[in-house]
């Protein structure tokens, strides 16, 4: 009997210390949810470049925080795509609220706060790198293999879509947020490649994993929220708190960006 009471007690202890960053998010009104979604901010963040500055191909992700109560645990992630002379751009993401849940479509304003949350640049590919990665990009999004499942929690949801496209895709790299709920659920087995690149995540259903990777450092994910360290960039990765410390670069271009 005291070892089962000691086991409940331990798991009482870490699921409080899980929740305890999500509920300050929460105290604190951090996150966007005040009047209805559809009133929300959908300004452009100036995050995109316009054709007229920059004609060559584009490759950019992008994370918000999600909207509402969500929005405390984590962010919802995007990949949007514009071809050298193109004038609009090919938003790739999943949603909650459609089906088929995967989204394809064409927009001049991929950068659009979502929904009162003002995104932030995961990766910027450019010029011959993005050309070679549209392709691949494209592919990826036809054969992701959850295109009419969404589960907030632990997954499938937009955050498990990105990380797969980036794994799919050769030479597209990104450090998803540890706030990306649903990243290390992974739809093919147990272990794959870290989406930052060099590294390897291993995971029972989203629920159970860890990440050991050049840019993500390590993160341990429990019961879907991933909390961890990265020493090359020093910082902390708590659970719905997100970043503290410094800011991860931004893939395709090396510079620092916020994590959200």
């Known amino acids: ?24 998010m929460l105290a604190t009104e951090r996150v966007e949810g005040r009047g209805h979604w559809s009133t929300a901010d959908r300004t452009s963040a100036g995050l995109a470049p316009p054709p007229a500055e920059a004609s060559e191909a584009v490759v950019q992700l992008y994370a918000a925080r999600a909207w509402g109560w969500r929005g405390a645990f984590g ?5 949007a ?11 790739h993401h999943v949603l909650s609220w459609r089906r088929p849940a995967l989204v394809s479509r064409s927009t001049t304003a991929p950068d659009r706060a ?18 070679r990665l549209v392709p691949g990009i494209e592919a990826a999004v036809a054969a992701y293999p959850a295109p009419s499942t969404y589960r907030a929690w632990p997954g499938p949801n937009s955050n ?24 290390d659920y992974l ?23 860890l990440t050991l990777g050049r840019d993500e450092g390590l993160e341990l994910n429990l019961l879907g929220l991933s909390l961890g360290v990265d020493p090359r960039r020093p910082a902390l990765k708590l659970p719905g708190i997100g970043r503290l410390g410094m800011a991860p670069l931004i893939k395709g271009r090396g510079e620092g960006s916020g994590d959200r």
């Open 1 to 24: 009997m005291r070892r089962i009471l000691r086991m409940v007690s331990g798991l009482a202890v870490l699921l409080a210390l899980l929740l305890a960053g999500p509920l300050w």
């Open 75 to 79: 962010v919802h992630t995007w990949i």
């Open 81 to 91: 795509t514009r071809d050298a002379g193109a004038e609009a751009w090919r938003m």
């Open 114 to 131: 979502w929904y009162g949350s003002e995104p932030v640049l995961l990766a910027d590919y450019r010029g011959a790198a993005a050309a």
């Open 160 to 183: 498990t879509f990105t990380a797969w496209v980036v794994r799919e895709v050769e030479g597209l790299e990104a450090t998803l947020p540890v706030t990306a709920v649903g990243k």
């Open 187 to 209: 739809l093919d087995g147990v272990l794959a490649e870290a989406p930052g690149g060099l590294g390897v995540t291993a995971s029972l259903g989203g629920l159970l994993g």
